[in-house]
């Protein structure tokens, strides 16, 4: 049986998320979403709210759980008892970030493969960084994150 490991921000979860999400979760028997608690950079969302969105959000994926971890990603897929971790591609510059994260956690567990999905090209633009700026000024993030999502942020934003 094969276990892997999506972790992330999750500040919000955008669509592109999801895309990758669902597609992850035909490809392994179960699929943890590991939200990373403390980033060193301050999130909008409590933890909470980002595992709370994304149970929503996946909540008819049956083979989907949420979960949050602190610390090194790869004592997380230790203790998940995982043997893959996941990552989303959407640009060249996301892989020349990401292959040294990779290698890196290839070093430190051995077990634990990195597979890199490419995103699907109508999603390639969002981020949840971006999200987040169009919010501060009142952009439309409708096309960018789930209906629930969109509604959640207007909400806690007041806009
Ligand atoms: O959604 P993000 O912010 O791009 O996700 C980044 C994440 C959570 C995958 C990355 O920051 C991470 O794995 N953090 C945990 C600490 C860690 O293990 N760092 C890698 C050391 S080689």
Redesign the pocket.
């Given at each position: 049986m094969s276990r892997a490991v999506f972790?992330?921000?999750?500040d919000p979860v955008t669509n592109g998320h999801v895309d990758l999400i669902r597609r992850a979760a035909e490809i392994f028997d179960e699929l943890v979403l590991?939200v990373?608690v403390n980033?060193g950079k301050e999130p909008l969302l409590t933890t909470e709210e980002r595992i709370g969105l994304l149970e929503q959000v996946t909540g008819d994926i049956p083979n989907v759980q949420v979960a949050s971890f602190d610390?090194?990603?790869?004592d997380f897929v230790d203790r998940m008892e995982a043997d893959v971790i996941v990552?989303g591609l959407r640009t060249p510059a996301d892989y020349e970030y990401e292959l040294p994260?990779a290698q890196?956690?290839y070093r430190?567990n051995r077990k634990a493969d990195t597979v890199f999905l490419a995103t699907a090209p109508e999603y390639s633009y969002i981020s949840?960084s971006g999200v987040k700026e169009l919010l501060r000024y009142q952009g439309d993030i409708s096309q960018m994150v789930p209906a629930c999502v969109a509604g959640y942020m207007k909400e806690k934003l007041n806009t």
């Amino acid at each position: 049986m094969s276990r892997a490991v999506f972790p992330g921000s999750f500040d919000p979860v955008t669509n592109g998320h999801v895309d990758l999400i669902r597609r992850a979760a035909e490809i392994f028997d179960e699929l943890v979403l590991g939200v990373l608690v403390n980033s060193g950079k301050e999130p909008l969302l409590t933890t909470e709210e980002r595992i709370g969105l994304l149970e929503q959000v996946t909540g008819d994926i049956p083979n989907v759980q949420v979960a949050s971890f602190d610390g090194l990603l790869i004592d997380f897929v230790d203790r998940m008892e995982a043997d893959v971790i996941v990552r989303g591609l959407r640009t060249p510059a996301d892989y020349e970030y990401e292959l040294p994260l990779a290698q890196a956690n290839y070093r430190l567990n051995r077990k634990a493969d990195t597979v890199f999905l490419a995103t699907a090209p109508e999603y390639s633009y969002i981020s949840s960084s971006g999200v987040k700026e169009l919010l501060r000024y009142q952009g439309d993030i409708s096309q960018m994150v789930p209906a629930c999502v969109a509604g959640y942020m207007k909400e806690k934003l007041n806009t």
